[in-house]
């Protein structure tokens, strides 16, 4: 049963920082990883989809990295921003169900 | 173009009431998603419609949901009786095809449970 973790599950950082979140993930055969961002009371929001031949995806100042042999990914928020506040999702589509299934978040705060 | 829609935004109502959720997906998209987000998990699928048949409802508790896709474009998603655990986020949504296409998602419904 593939499951996905997400460390921290908070993270406070002063504005300016630079900053890396990490998601894990218990079976390689994955599909496609996909970052979202959720903010308080809304839907999803697509930062970057890492196709599994893939190694990253950088979008502005986010990129993604895919390590599925290791069952890892990171992503990487340079000179984070107050309006980068917000909860990030890893998800995986699992080779097997072609369904998302999703960590349990990280709840970043970047203080002024 | 248009983005995945989700009505009603919020809901109140008493255990064991019934309620209906609806999504229309973006146009075009074949495949349709209903997840749940319990508050402080990651969304949870529920339901996933190819066109107007169902591919996979493994975790839709079918004892008081029931969702349809009718016409394979607008959907909606029931739950009778509602109980206190029910209570949570349901987000719809939808990708262009079946398999690793990337999936777009509405604002979502909160759902709260008295």
């Known amino acids: 049963k593939q499951e996905v973790t997400q460390i921290p599950a908070a993270l406070s950082v002063p504005e300016g920082e630079n900053l890396v979140l990490n998601c894990s993930f218990t079976?390689?055969?994955?599909?496609?990883l996909q970052w979202f961002r959720q903010d308080p009371g809304k839907g999803l929001t697509s930062l970057l989809l890492?196709?599994?031949?893939?190694r990253e995806q950088t979008s502005g100042r986010l990129n993604a990295s895919l390590d599925k042999s290791s069952g890892r990914s990171t992503l990487y928020i340079a000179a984070s921003q107050p309006g980068d506040s917000a909860t990030y999702l890893c998800?995986?589509?699992?080779?097997?169900?072609?369904?998302?299934?999703f960590g349990t978040g990280t709840l970043l705060a970047v203080q002024p | 173009e248009a983005g995945v829609a989700q009505s009603p935004r919020y809901k109140i109502i008493e255990k064991r009431q019934s309620v209906a959720f609806w999504c229309n997906p973006i146009?075009?998209?074949?495949?349709l998603y209903w997840y749940q987000q319990i508050l402080g998990q990651g969304p949870k699928l529920l339901i996933q419609?190819?066109?107007?048949?169902?591919?996979?409802d493994s975790q839709l508790p079918k004892d008081r949901f029931s969702a349809e896709r009718l016409k394979g474009v607008d959907s909606t998603l029931k739950i009778q009786p509602a109980k206190l655990e029910d209570s949570a986020v349901y987000l719809c949504?939808?990708?262009?095809?079946?398999?690793?296409?990337?999936?777009?998602f509405g604002p979502g419904t909160r759902l709260t449970v008295t």
């Open positions: 949504a939808s990708s262009l095809e079946i398999g690793p296409y990337e999936q777009y």
């Open positions: 079976d390689s055969a994955i599909y496609n």
């Open positions: 890492i196709q599994s031949s893939q």
């Open positions: 998800a995986v589509i699992h080779g097997a169900t072609n369904k998302l299934i």
């Open positions: 146009s075009g998209h074949a495949t």
């Open positions: 419609f190819q066109n107007n048949g169902v591919v996979d």
